[in-house]
């Protein structure tokens, strides 16, 4: 297979099917991974295929060791490669809770999916890049971890969310400064307030502050905002920045007076 291989967690919907979709456009194979059954993906898959990306679906837990095992081996199994990897998957808190009054259930859950399964999963993956990359030093190889304004601004009613993409922002920092040897380049895109289902239980409240000006660009994200920034990586756009941000916030992220 000649085509580059992208990985996409979380691949199935909202910012990682967008991802996905993007990248197919440009010419990657595909292989997504998510937690939802087969039947239910069924219509994304066709379509990345439309696009001739060859592309296959991997039901898999990241947050489990097992799960993570399974995914690098299905994409040994079919591919024989892996080119980019994009740390998408990620959940909030199932209910919003005062940081007070927040349980350790909580915390666990979305610290294991939201940093422990990409922080394990990356490993897995870059030690696979390093070979490859002794093979076939032509070869580009990129690592993408979505992160979020909430890495920086406070929500005290999802604490563990914030902890998790604080957490992710300096594990992009630490894999960038490890594998810089190797050629392998690794980035956060730091999304903001993204028209996702995540969001759609607040969307009320952000349809006012945007309104009343939170953004200077104002007006919700896309997931393609955010799949266009993972595609100029994917094209080579940014070959001398590692472990960079990319805020695609809606400017979000300039402090202003």
């Known amino acids: 297979m000649n085509k580059p291989v992208a990985l996409v967690t979380g691949g199935a919907r ?20 998510d937690v939802l059954a087969d039947q239910s993906v069924q219509e994304a898959l066709k379509e990345l295929q439309e696009k001739g990306a060859h592309t296959i679906y991997i039901q898999a837990d990241i947050a489990r060791a097992d799960g993570r095992d399974a995914i690098i081996k299905e994409l040994k199994n079919v591919f024989g ?3 980019m990897l994009v740390n998408n998957a990620g959940v909030a808190p199932k209910v919003r809770t005062d940081i007070l009054q927040a349980t350790e259930e909580s915390y666990d859950r979305v610290m294991n999916i939201n940093l422990k399964g990409p922080y394990f999963l990356t490993q897995e993956v870059a030690n696979w890049m390093i070979e490859q990359k002794k093979e076939y030093s032509e070869r580009s190889f990129y690592i993408v971890n979505t992160g979020s304004l909430s890495s920086y601004a406070s929500s005290p009613a999802r604490g ?6 604080a957490g992710i922002s300096m594990m992009t920092k630490l894999y960038a400064d490890r594998l810089a040897e190797y050629g392998i380049l690794v980035y956060e895109i730091r999304p903001g307030i993204i028209a996702t289902d995540m969001t759609s239980v607040v ?8 309104e009343e000006g939170l953004l200077p660009i104002k007006r919700w994200g896309y997931p393609k905002d955010i799949a266009k920034a993972v595609a100029a990586i994917a094209k080579g756009y940014l070959p001398y920045s590692t472990g960079q ?6 400017g979000f992220h300039i402090p202003r007076l």
């Open 14 to 33: 909202g910012i990682g099917f967008g991802i996905a979709r993007e990248l197919a456009d440009i010419g990657y194979d595909i292989a997504i991974d």
């Open 245 to 250: 941000v990319i805020d695609v916030d809606g």
């Open 203 to 210: 969307k009320e409240k952000y349809d006012r502050l945007i």
């Open 81 to 83: 490669r892996i080119d």
């Open 160 to 165: 563990e969310y914030c902890v998790s993409k």
